[in-house]
């Protein structure tokens, strides 16, 4: 149970470290808006789907997990 309370804790911070990033405007540029992401626009309505960001989202956590798993 120890161990668990190390990984919650590290995650903890790791998601408080990103959101701290994003709050700070680290990644307006690009996140969201990179090729291949779906925007549709249509008089007064608008859609947005960033495929793409979240592909590349998954990879880093993905790659992330499988380094701590270590």
């Known amino acids: 149970m120890n161990d668990f309370g190390k990984a919650l804790f590290i995650g903890g911070l790791v998601l408080a470290a990103v959101g701290l990033l994003l709050w ?32 590349v989202i998954s990879i880093v956590l993905t790659l992330l997990m499988w380094i701590f798993r270590r």
Do not use: E, K, Q, Y
């Open 24 to 55: 700070l405007g680290v990644g307006r540029t690009w996140l969201g808006r990179l090729p291949g992401d779906i925007h549709h626009t249509r008089g007064n309505f608008s859609f947005h789907f960033p495929i793409i960001t979240c592909l």
